[in-house]
């Protein structure tokens, strides 16, 4: 079974504070990536990792940084964290597949709320 | 530029009814896949199906199908004699094939059965 863990189920931060959310997966996938999900905005792709030290900007990639040191490992992290940043964060990975796109493996989610 | 149209925010159905849910998509790729995710309350995505653009048989699993058309860009999914279980977000994807195994997600349809 592919597992992908996140470090918290919940967080509560203050503005202005640096958050780091992380997420490992246990199955060797070279692919991991980090989404927000917002009520009726669906799943929003933050950055993206493709290989170790490898990363690639999503679609709402301001605010936001992340790490990739060892391939097992993605961590987010909210240089400055505000309001606008309280959300629910999901991680994901997904094997790099030669000829075909694979699908992806989700954690629990991390609801991080910022005051 | 992908995207994909989940036009069904929420749907409401009595246990036992069959129900579909839309998913319409746009690539300009004449290679992608497609896949469907469920969300159930307690928050994890589980990955359901896959679809590459050259397969376009429809695929039966238990209660669930899937009718893939690319003649009407539409990657539809039925559950059939619907239970409580099914209640859930569900999530239709797209991955380009130039797009490196990124997916573009709908912004997910909320089902309820009710008993």
């Known amino acids: 079974d592919v597992k992908v863990t996140q470090s918290s189920r919940y967080l509560v931060k203050r503005t202005g504070e640096k958050v780091f959310l992380e997420c490992v997966q246990d199955m060797d996938h070279e692919n991991m990536f980090w989404y927000r999900q917002d009520p009726g905005l669906g799943l929003r792709l933050i950055y993206f990792s493709y290989d170790v030290k490898m990363k690639e900007k999503g679609d709402i990639p301001e605010g936001y940084s992340v790490s990739r040191e060892k391939k097992e490992r993605f961590s987010l992290i909210l240089e400055s964290a505000s309001t606008n940043q309280t959300s629910m964060y999901l991680c994901?990975?997904?094997?790099?597949?030669?000829?075909?796109?694979?699908?992806?493996?989700f954690g629990p989610g991390t609801r991080l709320t910022v005051l | 530029a992908q995207k994909v149209t989940q036009a069904q925010t929420e749907i409401s159905v009595v246990e036992k009814e069959d129900v579909t849910l839309d998913c319409v998509y746009e690539?300009?790729?004449?290679?992608?896949?497609l896949f469907w995710y469920k969300q159930p309350p307690s928050g994890e995505l589980v990955f359901l199906i896959r679809r590459n653009s050259f397969d376009e048989q429809n695929e039966i699993s238990g209660r669930y199908s899937w009718n893939f058309q690319k003649s009407t860009s539409s990657f539809n999914f039925t559950i059939t004699a619907s239970q409580v279980v099914d209640s859930a977000v569900y999530f239709c994807?797209?991955?380009?094939?130039?797009?490196?195994?990124?997916?573009?997600f709908g912004d997910g349809t909320t089902l309820t059965v009710k008993p």
């Open positions: 994807a797209l991955s380009e094939g130039s797009n490196a195994g990124k997916s573009t």
């Open positions: 690539t300009r790729d004449t290679t992608y896949y």
């Open positions: 994901a990975s997904s094997l790099l597949g030669t000829y075909s796109y694979n699908e992806q493996f």
